[in-house]
Protein backbone atom coordinates (compact mmCIF):
# COMPACT_ATOMS: atom_id res chain seq x y z
CA UNK A 1 0.00 0.00 0.00
CA UNK A 2 1.64 3.53 -0.92
CA UNK A 3 2.15 5.57 1.94
CA UNK A 4 -0.04 8.53 2.75
CA UNK A 5 2.39 11.50 1.70
CA UNK A 6 4.79 9.22 -0.77
CA UNK A 7 5.02 11.22 -4.27
CA UNK A 8 5.58 8.17 -6.27
CA UNK A 9 5.49 8.45 -10.24
CA UNK A 10 4.37 5.91 -12.89
CA UNK A 11 5.72 5.67 -15.92
CA UNK A 12 5.44 3.00 -18.54
CA UNK A 13 3.89 0.54 -16.21
CA UNK A 14 7.00 1.12 -13.76
CA UNK A 15 6.71 2.72 -10.10
CA UNK A 16 9.30 5.27 -8.83
CA UNK A 17 9.54 7.00 -5.21
CA UNK A 18 11.92 8.30 -2.85
CA UNK A 19 12.42 11.48 -4.50
CA UNK A 20 15.00 13.89 -3.31
CA UNK A 21 13.55 16.80 -4.83
CA UNK A 22 9.61 17.69 -5.88
CA UNK A 23 8.21 20.76 -6.99
CA UNK A 24 4.41 20.14 -8.04
CA UNK A 25 2.21 23.04 -9.28
CA UNK A 26 -1.81 22.33 -9.89
CA UNK A 27 -4.00 25.66 -11.03
CA UNK A 28 -7.24 26.65 -11.78
CA UNK A 29 -6.22 29.68 -13.73
CA UNK A 30 -4.41 27.82 -16.49
CA UNK A 31 -5.05 24.80 -18.32
CA UNK A 32 -1.52 22.81 -17.61
CA UNK A 33 -0.17 21.85 -14.25
CA UNK A 34 3.46 20.57 -13.95
CA UNK A 35 5.60 18.51 -12.02
CA UNK A 36 9.69 18.45 -11.57
CA UNK A 37 11.46 15.70 -9.17
CA UNK A 38 15.25 14.81 -8.67
CA UNK A 39 17.03 11.32 -7.74
CA UNK A 40 20.55 9.96 -7.81
CA UNK A 41 20.68 8.08 -11.36
CA UNK A 42 22.66 5.17 -12.14
CA UNK A 43 23.44 4.72 -15.60
CA UNK A 44 24.44 1.54 -15.55
CA UNK A 45 20.83 0.30 -15.03
CA UNK A 46 19.14 -0.37 -18.30
CA UNK A 47 15.78 -0.04 -16.82
CA UNK A 48 16.40 3.76 -16.01
CA UNK A 49 18.08 4.54 -18.92
CA UNK A 50 15.21 2.98 -21.50
CA UNK A 51 12.27 4.23 -18.64
CA UNK A 52 14.02 8.28 -18.53
CA UNK A 53 14.84 7.95 -22.10
CA UNK A 54 15.15 11.92 -23.51
CA UNK A 55 12.74 12.73 -26.00
CA UNK A 56 10.41 9.53 -25.37
CA UNK A 57 7.24 11.73 -24.42
CA UNK A 58 6.43 8.66 -21.67
CA UNK A 59 3.09 9.19 -20.10
CA UNK A 60 3.11 10.05 -16.52
CA UNK A 61 1.28 9.68 -13.44
CA UNK A 62 1.84 11.69 -10.58
CA UNK A 63 0.13 10.16 -7.11
CA UNK A 64 0.49 11.13 -3.18
CA UNK A 65 0.11 8.02 -1.75
CA UNK A 66 -3.62 6.89 -2.91
CA UNK A 67 -4.16 10.30 -4.55
CA UNK A 68 -4.12 11.34 -7.97
CA UNK A 69 -1.96 14.48 -8.71
CA UNK A 70 -1.87 14.69 -12.52
CA UNK A 71 -1.67 12.84 -15.44
CA UNK A 72 0.50 14.44 -18.31
CA UNK A 73 4.00 13.34 -20.21
CA UNK A 74 7.74 13.48 -19.60
CA UNK A 75 8.78 16.90 -21.21
CA UNK A 76 12.04 17.23 -19.89
CA UNK A 77 15.18 15.34 -18.48
CA UNK A 78 18.73 16.73 -17.24
CA UNK A 79 21.47 14.89 -16.45
CA UNK A 80 23.90 16.55 -13.86
CA UNK A 81 27.52 14.92 -12.89
CA UNK A 82 29.86 15.89 -10.32
CA UNK A 83 33.05 14.56 -7.89
CA UNK A 84 30.74 13.18 -5.41
CA UNK A 85 26.98 12.07 -7.36
CA UNK A 86 25.17 11.85 -10.98
CA UNK A 87 21.54 12.90 -10.71
CA UNK A 88 18.95 13.21 -13.13
CA UNK A 89 16.09 15.61 -12.92
CA UNK A 90 12.40 15.23 -14.82
CA UNK A 91 9.93 17.51 -15.53
CA UNK A 92 6.16 17.01 -17.47
CA UNK A 93 2.94 18.76 -17.55
CA UNK A 94 -0.56 17.39 -17.68
CA UNK A 95 -1.67 16.07 -20.96
CA UNK A 96 -2.72 19.57 -21.77
CA UNK A 97 0.65 20.88 -22.06
CA UNK A 98 0.19 19.50 -26.23
CA UNK A 99 -2.84 22.08 -26.80
CA UNK A 100 -0.43 25.23 -25.25
CA UNK A 101 2.51 24.15 -27.19
CA UNK A 102 1.17 22.95 -30.72
CA UNK A 103 -0.50 25.09 -33.45
CA UNK A 104 -3.92 24.31 -35.26
CA UNK A 105 -3.15 21.91 -38.21
CA UNK A 106 -6.16 21.68 -39.74
CA UNK A 107 -9.07 24.31 -40.82
CA UNK A 108 -9.20 27.51 -39.43
CA UNK A 109 -13.38 28.89 -39.45
CA UNK A 110 -15.28 27.17 -37.19
CA UNK A 111 -19.26 27.00 -36.80
CA UNK A 112 -19.67 25.60 -33.39
CA UNK A 113 -22.11 27.13 -31.58
CA UNK A 114 -20.88 26.38 -27.67
CA UNK A 115 -17.34 26.64 -26.55
CA UNK A 116 -17.38 22.48 -25.34
CA UNK A 117 -17.60 21.97 -28.79
CA UNK A 118 -14.95 23.68 -29.87
CA UNK A 119 -12.67 22.72 -27.03
CA UNK A 120 -13.87 18.99 -28.54
CA UNK A 121 -12.62 19.78 -31.86
CA UNK A 122 -9.22 20.86 -30.90
CA UNK A 123 -8.04 18.97 -28.03
CA UNK A 124 -9.42 15.37 -30.25
CA UNK A 125 -6.40 14.92 -32.21
CA UNK A 126 -3.92 15.19 -29.03
CA UNK A 127 -5.85 12.21 -27.55
CA UNK A 128 -7.61 14.75 -24.67
CA UNK A 129 -10.91 14.27 -23.41
CA UNK A 130 -13.02 17.42 -22.59
CA UNK A 131 -15.75 17.97 -19.53
CA UNK A 132 -17.79 20.96 -19.30
CA UNK A 133 -19.58 20.97 -15.96
CA UNK A 134 -20.25 25.02 -17.35
CA UNK A 135 -20.69 25.78 -21.09
CA UNK A 136 -21.62 29.07 -22.78
CA UNK A 137 -22.93 29.67 -26.60
CA UNK A 138 -19.73 31.47 -28.88
CA UNK A 139 -19.66 33.48 -31.60
CA UNK A 140 -18.21 31.84 -34.90
CA UNK A 141 -14.69 31.17 -34.37
CA UNK A 142 -12.04 32.07 -36.73
CA UNK A 143 -8.45 30.88 -36.14
CA UNK A 144 -5.02 32.64 -37.39
CA UNK A 145 -2.52 30.67 -38.97
CA UNK A 146 -0.13 29.07 -36.63
CA UNK A 147 -2.41 30.04 -33.65
CA UNK A 148 -1.72 27.64 -30.54
CA UNK A 149 -4.38 25.77 -29.88
CA UNK A 150 -5.21 26.79 -26.54
CA UNK A 151 -4.79 29.81 -27.44
CA UNK A 152 -7.83 30.29 -29.92
CA UNK A 153 -10.25 28.07 -27.57
CA UNK A 154 -9.12 30.22 -24.45
CA UNK A 155 -9.77 34.06 -26.53
CA UNK A 156 -13.46 32.48 -26.59
CA UNK A 157 -13.91 31.27 -23.10
CA UNK A 158 -12.88 34.42 -21.87
CA UNK A 159 -15.59 36.79 -23.56
CA UNK A 160 -17.90 34.29 -21.84
CA UNK A 161 -16.08 34.02 -18.48
CA UNK A 162 -14.90 30.58 -18.92
CA UNK A 163 -11.68 29.22 -17.21
CA UNK A 164 -10.28 25.94 -18.05
CA UNK A 165 -7.79 23.59 -15.76
CA UNK A 166 -6.90 20.50 -15.87
CA UNK A 167 -8.18 17.12 -14.15
CA UNK A 168 -5.80 14.98 -12.25
CA UNK A 169 -7.14 12.48 -14.54
CA UNK A 170 -5.38 14.69 -17.56
CA UNK A 171 -8.97 16.13 -18.76
CA UNK A 172 -9.83 19.52 -19.72
CA UNK A 173 -12.11 20.94 -17.01
CA UNK A 174 -14.79 23.99 -18.33
CA UNK A 175 -16.23 26.22 -15.58
CA UNK A 176 -17.68 29.15 -15.43
CA UNK A 177 -16.10 31.89 -13.42
CA UNK A 178 -19.63 32.71 -11.29
CA UNK A 179 -19.64 28.92 -10.03
CA UNK A 180 -16.59 30.03 -7.51
CA UNK A 181 -18.66 32.31 -5.84
CA UNK A 182 -21.25 29.02 -4.86
CA UNK A 183 -17.23 27.25 -3.10
CA UNK A 184 -17.72 27.56 0.90
CA UNK A 185 -14.03 27.60 2.73
CA UNK A 186 -12.88 24.21 3.79
CA UNK A 187 -10.79 25.46 6.29
CA UNK A 188 -9.11 28.50 8.15
CA UNK A 189 -5.98 30.84 7.90
CA UNK A 190 -4.95 32.96 10.69
CA UNK A 191 -1.70 35.04 11.19
CA UNK A 192 0.65 33.23 13.90
CA UNK A 193 -1.26 30.29 13.88
CA UNK A 194 -0.51 26.61 12.37
CA UNK A 195 -0.66 25.56 9.86
CA UNK A 196 0.34 29.18 8.28
CA UNK A 197 4.11 29.58 7.76
CA UNK A 198 4.62 32.86 6.09
CA UNK A 199 1.88 35.22 3.92
CA UNK A 200 2.53 37.79 1.79
CA UNK A 201 0.33 40.64 -0.55
CA UNK A 202 0.83 42.45 -3.17
CA UNK A 203 -1.44 45.75 -3.82
CA UNK A 204 -0.41 47.73 -7.46
CA UNK A 205 -2.30 50.81 -8.38
CA UNK A 206 -1.17 50.64 -11.54
CA UNK A 207 -3.28 47.84 -12.35
CA UNK A 208 -6.76 49.65 -11.58
CA UNK A 209 -8.44 52.45 -13.33
CA UNK A 210 -11.08 54.82 -12.27
CA UNK A 211 -13.45 54.56 -15.66
CA UNK A 212 -13.89 51.20 -17.78
CA UNK A 213 -15.64 52.25 -21.37
CA UNK A 214 -16.34 49.55 -24.07
CA UNK A 215 -17.60 50.79 -27.46
CA UNK A 216 -18.60 48.68 -30.18
CA UNK A 217 -17.22 49.80 -33.76
CA UNK A 218 -18.62 50.69 -37.04
CA UNK A 219 -17.00 51.49 -40.14
CA UNK A 220 -14.14 51.99 -38.25
CA UNK A 221 -15.27 54.31 -35.24
CA UNK A 222 -16.52 53.90 -31.84
CA UNK A 223 -20.47 53.44 -32.04
CA UNK A 224 -22.24 52.13 -28.69
CA UNK A 225 -20.41 52.68 -25.56
CA UNK A 226 -21.21 51.65 -22.31
CA UNK A 227 -18.76 52.05 -19.04
CA UNK A 228 -18.20 51.49 -15.37
CA UNK A 229 -16.59 53.49 -12.51
CA UNK A 230 -14.28 52.24 -9.88
CA UNK A 231 -14.81 54.85 -7.27
CA UNK A 232 -12.25 53.42 -5.08
CA UNK A 233 -9.81 54.92 -7.63
CA UNK A 234 -9.46 58.24 -5.95
CA UNK A 235 -7.33 59.81 -9.56
CA UNK A 236 -8.41 60.38 -13.00
CA UNK A 237 -7.42 56.94 -14.70
CA UNK A 238 -9.47 56.03 -17.98
CA UNK A 239 -8.98 52.62 -19.55
CA UNK A 240 -10.78 51.99 -23.14
CA UNK A 241 -11.17 48.85 -25.72
CA UNK A 242 -13.53 48.36 -28.73
CA UNK A 243 -15.74 45.28 -27.34
CA UNK A 244 -14.32 42.10 -29.31
CA UNK A 245 -11.49 44.36 -31.27
CA UNK A 246 -13.94 44.19 -34.51
CA UNK A 247 -16.49 45.68 -36.98
CA UNK A 248 -19.42 44.44 -35.83
CA UNK A 249 -21.69 46.44 -38.20
CA UNK A 250 -25.11 48.54 -37.69
CA UNK A 251 -26.68 46.55 -34.33
CA UNK A 252 -24.48 44.21 -34.22
CA UNK A 253 -23.70 45.16 -30.59
CA UNK A 254 -25.72 46.01 -27.74
CA UNK A 255 -25.56 48.21 -24.60
CA UNK A 256 -26.14 45.28 -22.27
CA UNK A 257 -22.99 43.40 -24.06
CA UNK A 258 -20.89 46.69 -24.04
CA UNK A 259 -21.60 46.53 -20.04
CA UNK A 260 -20.70 43.10 -19.37
CA UNK A 261 -17.49 43.44 -21.06
CA UNK A 262 -16.59 46.84 -19.39
CA UNK A 263 -17.73 44.88 -15.53
CA UNK A 264 -15.32 42.08 -16.78
CA UNK A 265 -12.22 44.49 -17.69
CA UNK A 266 -12.75 45.91 -13.79
CA UNK A 267 -12.87 42.37 -12.28
CA UNK A 268 -9.44 41.37 -14.17
CA UNK A 269 -8.27 44.95 -13.29
CA UNK A 270 -9.09 43.69 -9.45
CA UNK A 271 -7.43 39.88 -10.48
CA UNK A 272 -4.06 41.48 -11.40
CA UNK A 273 -4.05 44.12 -8.66
CA UNK A 274 -4.60 42.54 -5.42
CA UNK A 275 -2.54 39.23 -4.59
CA UNK A 276 -1.92 36.82 -1.80
CA UNK A 277 0.60 33.75 -1.24
CA UNK A 278 0.31 31.83 1.81
CA UNK A 279 2.55 28.43 2.66
CA UNK A 280 1.41 26.50 5.10
CA UNK A 281 3.22 23.45 6.31
CA UNK A 282 2.50 19.97 4.62
CA UNK A 283 0.48 18.90 1.78
CA UNK A 284 -2.59 17.88 3.53
CA UNK A 285 -5.15 20.19 4.99
CA UNK A 286 -6.23 19.74 8.87
CA UNK A 287 -8.75 16.92 6.97
CA UNK A 288 -6.01 15.02 5.29
CA UNK A 289 -7.34 16.23 1.64
CA UNK A 290 -4.58 17.25 -0.78
CA UNK A 291 -4.72 21.04 -0.44
CA UNK A 292 -6.69 22.38 -4.02
CA UNK A 293 -7.16 18.44 -5.07
CA UNK A 294 -9.36 19.95 -8.23
CA UNK A 295 -10.74 16.42 -8.69
CA UNK A 296 -13.47 16.24 -11.11
CA UNK A 297 -16.48 14.18 -9.53
CA UNK A 298 -18.15 12.76 -12.07
CA UNK A 299 -21.15 11.88 -10.13
CA UNK A 300 -22.00 15.53 -9.60
CA UNK A 301 -20.76 17.32 -12.59
CA UNK A 302 -18.87 19.58 -10.87
CA UNK A 303 -15.32 20.83 -9.86
CA UNK A 304 -14.24 19.92 -6.30
CA UNK A 305 -12.83 23.13 -5.88
CA UNK A 306 -11.16 24.83 -2.63
CA UNK A 307 -11.52 27.86 -0.65
CA UNK A 308 -9.99 29.03 2.71
CA UNK A 309 -11.09 31.96 5.15
CA UNK A 310 -7.91 34.11 5.95
CA UNK A 311 -7.12 37.04 8.34
CA UNK A 312 -3.92 38.36 8.70
CA UNK A 313 -3.43 42.26 10.25
CA UNK A 314 0.41 42.57 9.57
CA UNK A 315 0.08 41.80 5.83
CA UNK A 316 -3.16 44.79 5.48
CA UNK A 317 -5.71 41.64 5.69
CA UNK A 318 -7.30 43.58 8.47
CA UNK A 319 -10.72 41.36 7.74
CA UNK A 320 -11.43 38.43 7.59
CA UNK A 321 -12.65 36.81 4.34
CA UNK A 322 -13.03 34.04 1.78
CA UNK A 323 -10.25 33.07 -1.18
CA UNK A 324 -10.15 31.03 -3.83
CA UNK A 325 -7.05 28.71 -3.74
CA UNK A 326 -6.25 29.59 -7.92
CA UNK A 327 -3.31 27.24 -7.76
CA UNK A 328 -1.41 26.06 -5.33
CA UNK A 329 2.95 24.52 -5.13
CA UNK A 330 3.76 21.67 -3.50
CA UNK A 331 7.53 21.29 -2.56
CA UNK A 332 10.59 20.24 0.00
CA UNK A 333 11.89 22.69 1.69
CA UNK A 334 15.46 22.28 3.40
CA UNK A 335 14.22 24.04 6.66
CA UNK A 336 10.74 23.48 6.42
CA UNK A 337 9.73 19.97 4.83
CA UNK A 338 6.70 19.41 3.32
CA UNK A 339 5.23 22.85 2.96
CA UNK A 340 2.43 24.53 0.14
CA UNK A 341 2.26 27.58 -1.71
CA UNK A 342 -0.81 28.59 -1.75
CA UNK A 343 -2.43 31.44 -4.28
CA UNK A 344 -5.45 33.23 -2.99
CA UNK A 345 -7.53 35.21 -4.98
CA UNK A 346 -11.57 36.48 -3.85
CA UNK A 347 -14.34 34.33 -6.21
CA UNK A 348 -15.34 38.13 -6.95
CA UNK A 349 -12.71 38.81 -9.36
CA UNK A 350 -12.74 35.37 -11.00
CA UNK A 351 -16.65 35.96 -11.36
CA UNK A 352 -16.72 39.05 -13.60
CA UNK A 353 -17.82 40.80 -10.50
CA UNK A 354 -16.18 44.01 -10.09
CA UNK A 355 -16.63 44.66 -6.81
CA UNK A 356 -15.29 42.82 -3.56
CA UNK A 357 -18.15 42.34 -0.84
CA UNK A 358 -15.29 42.68 1.91
CA UNK A 359 -11.97 44.55 1.20
CA UNK A 360 -10.04 43.28 3.45
CA UNK A 361 -7.24 46.02 3.28
CA UNK A 362 -9.74 48.75 4.32
CA UNK A 363 -9.73 49.01 8.59
CA UNK A 364 -12.95 50.36 9.45
Same mark, same amino acid.
Given at each position: ?42 ? /? $? #?? +?????? &?? !? ?100 ? /? $? #?? +?????? &?? !? ?194
Amino acid at each position: MPKKDEIRLEIKGKVFEHWEGITITRALDQVVDSFAVSAPFDP /D $L #AD +LRETFR &PF !GYQKVKVYLGDDLLLTGYLDKVEHSLSATDRKVKLQGRSLAGQIVDCSIDGPLEYNFKFLADLAISHCAPFGITVRWPNNRPIESARATYGQQVYDHIKSHA /D $L #AN +LFLYSS &PE !GEVVIYWGKELLKVKSSAALVEGESPLLSISTSFDGSQRFSKYKAASQYAGEPDIEDFIEDKSVSIHRPHLVISGGMDVGEGGEDELSLNRTARKLMAQSLYRSFSITATVSGWRDANGKVWMKDKYLKEKNAADITAVTLKAPSVALYKERSYIVINCTMSIDESQGRVTELHLVPAESLAGDPRLEVEPWVQT
